[in-house]
């Protein structure tokens, strides 16, 4: 392919650069944008979205029939807005990677892997607004990377609240560096970059307090002194908090759309002294593992849960399916103030049964879901023994030590138990020792197994004491100590 030998000026209408590495082997002296390329030099050149034309020119004249070296290893973030003006671009091989042209790069082009992710975010059921508040993630600034504020899909319910796997987000906290500044009448526009994308800020200017304080003019010399003394003070820290180009900030602020971008509407912003990196460093290790344990642990509530177990019950494992027995179970104990009952007498509860004889999801091989339906009288009367094994351990039903093997009484309605356990408190509390404060939940657990029951379990302990509690027989003084009145 033979070029003109005179410089070439490659020109487009609007276009993104993401990040570049540069080959060892590239002449010295051709110029992208603007930065002269070094031998053995990485090159991080990070340009946001604006309208252009941009310029892209080489110095270095190329003769006929001489084929350019490659500018690029590779390029990451490419979005062309339009097709480039210069016909010169379009002739260029795919790859010479000026740009790393080739037919991927046109509009709407993304990796097949963000492509595979949008598409799968898309298919993401938005939990209803009345939950988004159980979230704790709602109503904290999240802490994202650059790159994922972008790419966040907006609720269709609420406009100004965006979802990142199912976690409802309208603040973030980010932390970057300032590559772009804009200054208008009543705000800053700043172009943050934090390595993995950039967006633009727009910093509210401080309200000026200068007409108010010069109507409360000073009189005296002095005192006009002094105005001027703090008046070029506050010039001084406005000077030393201006933000410019090169400096490190940390914004906290609502996500906003304008013009079809992504921007953050600030609420809090300040500059960040930090000359030996000890905050970015800081920051690149505590997003990962935000990230692991707190956003991309999917959304889920009990109650939306359940909703769905209820509306399909067919599609649950067997796990879900125990819980979900286990729940139906204890809501006809309480319905119904049952105070004792045998396992065999659940079975022939019609609701408990028809719900147990559901078929439930058995994975045989990764990727592959089978349902059975296993209505042997077996295979009932486990399922029906694990959900009581369940709420044994919450605590709302337990057995007696001398009583029969299959007899199971319901916590709450056994008054028997309710008592014992007020008389220990109220006798332990008569004593010196626990005057003051109480007497301590592992006391009280103690004091039970001695002169009750020797398998009395934890769980069924802190149910009684809150049940007491709630009628107002004993208080709580502090954590795990109670007393009564």
Not at 202 to 219: E, G, P, R, V, Y
Not at 271 to 300: G, S, W
Request: with cysteine.
């Amino acid at each position: 392919m033979a070029l003109s030998p005179q410089s070439e000026k490659l020109v487009f209408n609007r276009f993104k650069i993401g990040t570049f590495w540069r080959r060892r082997n590239t002449p010295v002296g051709q110029k992208f944008l603007g930065k002269s390329f070094r031998n053995s030099q990485v090159l991080r050149q990070r340009t946001p979205l604006s309208s252009g034309p941009w310029c892209v020119q080489f110095d270095r004249p190329w003769a006929p029939g001489f084929t350019p070296p490659r500018l690029l290893d590779s390029c990451a973030e490419i979005r062309l807005e339009a097709v480039p003006d210069s016909s010169t671009l379009t002739a260029l091989r795919p790859d010479f990677c000026v740009s790393h042209l080739d037919l991927r790069l046109w509009v709407g082009w993304r990796p097949p892997d963000a492509v595979m992710q949008s598409e799968s975010s898309r298919c993401e059921e938005e939990p209803p607004s009345l939950l988004w508040g159980l979230d704790p993630v709602f109503l904290a600034f999240a802490k994202l990377y650059i790159r994922d504020i972008l790419d966040l899909k907006e609720s269709r319910q609420v406009p100004g609240v965006f979802f990142y796997n199912g976690h409802p987000i309208k603040q973030v906290d980010i932390l970057g560096t300032v590559i772009g500044v804009r200054e208008r009448d009543a705000f800053y526009s700043y172009g943050v970059d934090d390595s993995t994308g950039v967006i633009n800020c727009i910093c509210w200017k401080k309200l000026n307090n200068t007409d108010s304080s010069s109507a409360t003019a000073a009189t005296n010399a002095r005192e006009l002194s002094l105005t001027s003394q703090l008046k070029k003070l506050q010039e001084t820290i406005a000077q030393r908090l201006k933000i410019e180009i090169g400096d490190l900030v940390q914004i906290r602020g609502h996500i906003r759309t304008y013009r079809e971008e992504r921007e953050i509407h600030a609420t809090v912003y300040h500059k960040v002294d930090d000359p030996v990196c000890n905050i970015q460093i800081a920051r690149m290790l505590e997003l990962p593992t935000i990230y692991r344990k707190v956003y991309d642990q999917p959304f889920h509530h009990p109650a939306l849960e359940k909703e769905e177990a209820l509306s399909n019950p067919g599609a649950l494992d067997l796990n879900s399916l125990t819980c979900l027995l286990s729940e139906k179970a204890k809501e006809f104990l309480v319905e119904n103030r049952v105070q004792s009952f045998y396992q065999q007498e659940l079975e022939t509860v019609e609701s408990l049964l028809s719900l147990a004889k559901q078929p439930v999801v058995h994975s045989t091989r990764p990727g592959q879901v089978d349902f059975k339906n296993d209505t042997t009288s077996k295979a009932i009367h486990s399922i029906f023994k694990n959900a009581i094994k369940l709420l044994q351990e919450k605590g709302f039903v337990f057995q007696k030590d001398r009583g029969f093997d299959n007899l199971f009484y319901v916590t709450r309605e056994d008054k028997e138990l309710h008592r014992k356990i007020l008389q220990i408190i109220q006798e332990d509390c008569q004593k010196p020792n626990h005057v003051e404060k109480g007497c301590h939940f592992l006391h009280i657990l103690a004091c039970a197994r001695l002169s009750l029951s020797p398998g009395l379990s934890e769980p069924v302990l802190r149910h009684v004491l809150e049940l007491l509690e709630d009628q107002s027989d004993i208080v709580s003084t502090s954590e795990n100590y109670y007393t009564t009145f």
